[in-house]
């Protein structure tokens, strides 16, 4: 790091924070039960809407991402009923672990990381599980930058089957589009530090009236995570635990700047970054893990070949500032994975390509220098 603290932070959350949300976060405390906390609650949970694209109320939460993952679980599926899991990497499974442990019989839709489901397989686990009460997906999977077409695969199940369609939209909500009530999702989680642009400790789930019915029926004991009492307390303007209020001053300022940027635009970025980073990836001659078909536009994740090392990489970016992922499980020292999501714009993404032609080269992998940065360029000049 040439500068103290300078840090570039391209992983794939928790992101960067905007100047005005950090100021935002840094107002005086207010009672958590004051009326301006209620307009606070009740404001942002509306404006959360067309992020998920659903008329329902998005219920709050402090807790990071998994919280609401497993609130998704314990508050529609009882043990010994079945669910299906579409695990495309660490967070499809992460759902299954919880459903595991929860006594739920998990069948497993297991694809090739760095890939997305056939619908032909999904279609194929409907009907091999008709009992299933759920299933499970991931609409980003950030361990391997597949996006998972939720908009085709959440009509598959709802044409073949009654089960919920539960998605974790942690890394891709506010990045990308996400119609639940037209595609019909059930449940849709997400987190605060991912596009939504504000550090970790707020989750969010939304929840369709199928859902609900469920989720009335539902025995599970449940206490922090019943979604009913955040329902409930949701209609006061209020929460049922003290909120994080200084997150919620954080999510207003990153809600302000993301409506005035407007969702095509917020969608357009993200897309230009993906193509940059990919572009780039290319013309270093480097292996994409993801196909264009399969590429999350909110993280790119470049598998290690031979001649150079990914974790030298990750290394020399670091003494440079910038702050690149590994990868996750049996990808670990295999992987990098480069984030461009959030408060990350097109131009922000060439200083880690220079990084990485530098490392590449201190490693003596043969290229010109300016190679990725030419190719971003090249992609970033058709948008201007
Ligand atoms: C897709 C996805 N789901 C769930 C999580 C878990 O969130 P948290 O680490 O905030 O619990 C993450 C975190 O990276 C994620 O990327």
Known sequence: MFIANKINLRIPGPTPIPPAVQAAMNKPMIGHRSGEASTLINEVSERLKPFFGTNEPPLLFTGSGTSVLEAAVINTVQPKEEAIVVVTGV??????KILTEYGVTVKRLDVEWGKTPEPEAVK?????N???KAVFFTQCETSTGVLNPI???APIVKEHSDALVIVDAVSSLGAVPFEMDQWGVDITVAGSQKALMIPAGLAFAAVSQKAWKVIEENKNPKFYLDFRRYRDNLIKGTTPFTPAVSLLFGLDASLELLEQEGLP???KRHEVMKEMTRSAIRALSLPLMTSDQDASPTVTSVYQADGWNSESLRSDLKNMGIVIAGG???LKGKIFRIGHMGYCDPLDVLPVLSAIEISLKKQNVALSFGTAIQAAEEVLSTYV
Do not use: E, S, T
């Open 91 to 96: 967070f499809g499974d992460r759902f299954a």
């Open 124 to 128: 194929n686990m409907l009907k091999q």
């Open 130 to 132: 008709p009992n299933a």
């Open 151 to 153: 908009d085709k695969l």
């Open 265 to 267: 635009k917020i969608f």
């Open 328 to 330: 996750q499980q049996h």
